[in-house]
């Protein structure tokens, strides 16, 4: 049993969440908020791993080269023309 002592701005700030969220009650909400937490302090994962993993299919059209400065550079311009157009 945890009894905690919220001012009035966290505790408007608690029952908004709990209105905006369905079937949540402070005791699940509290529970989720705590796993949530511990999860990301979760020292076996790797930062990536904490975050969800490397995005999927993001850079597989990306030139080899895509790490070189001149490359990048060209590469965001040709997009930026190519958006404006």
């Known amino acids: ?3 905690v002592r919220l001012d009035p701005e966290t505790e408007q700030k ?3 969440i709990i209105a905006h969220e369905r079937d949540v ?3 699940s909400l509290v529970k989720r908020l ?3 937490r511990w999860l ?3 020292l076996d994962n790797t930062f990536v791993e904490r975050r969800g993993g490397h995005p999927q299919h993001l850079l597989q059209d990306a030139p080899p080269d895509l790490s ?3 490359t990048r550079k060209q ?3 040709d997009y930026l023309k190519q958006r404006h157009s």
């Open 34 to 36: 705590i796993l949530e």
């Open 40 to 42: 990301t302090l979760n």
């Open 25 to 27: 009650n402070r005791s």
């Open 14 to 16: 608690l029952a908004d």
């Open 1 to 3: 049993m945890l009894t």
């Open 75 to 77: 590469a965001i311009s």
């Open 68 to 70: 070189e400065r001149s």
